[in-house]
């Protein structure tokens, strides 16, 4: 059973630019949660989609955002980048939002 | 607010030499804890969830085990291959609670 995959794996970017990450959850899943990890602040929630509605959103501006396909695919912008959002940006996904939580490779984003 | 506090930040451990991994966590209502193993550059490895205070899961070298404050992964004759970054989360009950709140993690080295 193949796992989640993010793509890009690697993004480079300049101050000001926009990025959209890539998410595919595992075969079955419906829940797609989305993470930042930094070396300071650790593992923080963005947000989190079932079915194509976002039930939960963390405590980030709303420069971050989300959206989530038929096909349970999600993606994540972010716009007007700030050289703060260097991160690994991690994508989990769950049967439900009561299991467990499989992650990605995750996306390492950098802001020149 | 949900918090997870693990210590020690840090451990090194010669290879053999048992120890203990400790978590800590405060929740309004507790729905799963939750233990993670990442390697550098890599998307967290679920290892076990963990329900209710008292219930203990074992897998190879790690047995994960919970009280109704905290929880413990224990590393039983570790190998050098264990060394990686172990996290701890948990999911709290109630409408809207699917993130995962994670601690910042106990980075483990296991020396031959």
């Known amino acids: 059973k193949a796992g989640v995959t993010q793509t890009p794996r690697y993004l480079i970017k300049t101050r000001g630019q926009q990025v959209t990450l890539s998410c595919s959850p595992i075969?079955?899943?419906?829940?797609v949660s989305w993470y930042q990890q930094t070396p300071g602040q650790g593992l923080q929630f963005l947000f989190e989609?079932?079915?194509?509605?976002?039930?939960n959103k963390g405590n980030f501006p709303g420069r971050f955002s989300g959206r989530q396909f038929s096909n349970s695919r999600s993606e994540m912008n972010v716009s007007t980048l700030e050289l703060g959002d260097s991160a690994l940006y991690l994508c989990?996904?769950?049967?439900?939002?009561?299991?467990?939580?499989?992650f990605g490779p995750g996306t390492r984003l950098t802001v020149l | 607010e949900d918090q997870v506090t693990q210590s020690p930040e840090a451990l090194r451990l010669q290879e053999g030499e048992s120890s203990s991994l400790n978590c800590s966590y405060t929740?309004?209502?507790?729905?799963?804890l939750f233990w993670y193993r990442q390697d550098p550059g890599k998307g967290p490895e679920f290892l076990f969830t963990?329900?209710?205070a008292g219930e203990e899961k074992e897998k190879e070298r790690l047995k994960a085990t919970l009280t109704k404050k905290e929880s413990f992964l224990h590393i039983t004759a570790p190998k050098p291959e264990d060394s990686a970054t172990y996290l701890c989360?948990?999911?709290?009950?109630?409408?809207?609670?699917?993130?995962?709140?994670f601690g910042k993690g106990t980075k483990l080295s296991v020396i031959p």
């Open positions: 989360a948990v999911q709290a009950t109630g409408a809207g609670s699917y993130q995962l709140t």
């Open positions: 963990l329900y209710s």
């Open positions: 075969s079955g899943h419906r829940s």
């Open positions: 989990a996904s769950s049967f439900n939002s009561n299991n467990e939580q499989f």
């Open positions: 989609y079932f079915s194509e509605t976002q039930r």
């Open positions: 929740v309004s209502g507790l729905r799963g």
